[in-house]
């Protein structure tokens, strides 16, 4: 009998073990590294963060208080001294699923600012929602807070008008939230 004839392949077990071992090393080095980076990812976290509460209504320091209302798109409501609240709000309406918006309201009611704080929008549509251009319509707004073609106040971004809606659906929410705060 030849060589090649005799040579015995490997069983499945021997497979099976190989693929095992490699699944173990693959995934303790993951878990090693997202326990090596997470204290560094909750940081730049923090600081985006207090970073846009600083831009949307600037105070000495940010309290967060429990928001008892029933809108689920509320995601924190933070009391700016005397100044008003900061709200973070992700609403239900965006192109992407992922829209994060950091929104000032003053002691009277009344929007201060808005920041985008995380965003998965299409590049050079949606994510426009970041440029002055667009954020400072919403500065002073009050009430319900919608785009033109549903006959409010706010000017859609072009191409992105789903985006629009979300950011508006976002400050309407805050106004609320804030509202109900007192």
Request: charged residues 15%; hydrophobic residues 40%.
């Amino acid at each position: 009998m030849s060589e090649a004839a005799t040579k015995k392949e490997p069983g499945m077990a021997t497979l099976v073990l190989v693929l095992f071992g490699i699944s173990l090393v693959v995934a303790l080095l993951l878990g090693a590294t997202n326990l090596i980076t997470d204290p560094y990812i909750k940081e730049n976290q923090r600081i985006k963060q207090e970073k846009a509460m600083n831009e949307v209504l600037p105070a000495d320091s940010y309290e967060e208080l429990a928001y008892t209302g029933d809108d689920g798109t509320v995601d924190a409501v933070y009391k700016a001294g005397d100044a008003g609240y900061v709200v973070q709000v992700t609403p239900a309406t965006s192109f992407s699923g992922t829209l994060s918006v950091m929104v000032g309201v003053d002691a009277n009611g009344a929007c201060t600012g808005i920041s985008i704080v995380a965003t998965n929008e299409t590049s050079g549509l949606g994510s426009n929602a970041s440029k002055p251009a667009f954020k400072d319509q919403f500065v002073g707004a009050t009430g319900t807070v919608t785009v033109t073609k549903d006959g409010g106040t706010i000017n859609a971004i072009t191409g992105a008008t789903i985006t629009s809606r979300g950011v508006c659906e976002a400050v309407t929410s805050a106004l609320a939230a804030a509202a109900s705060m007192g």
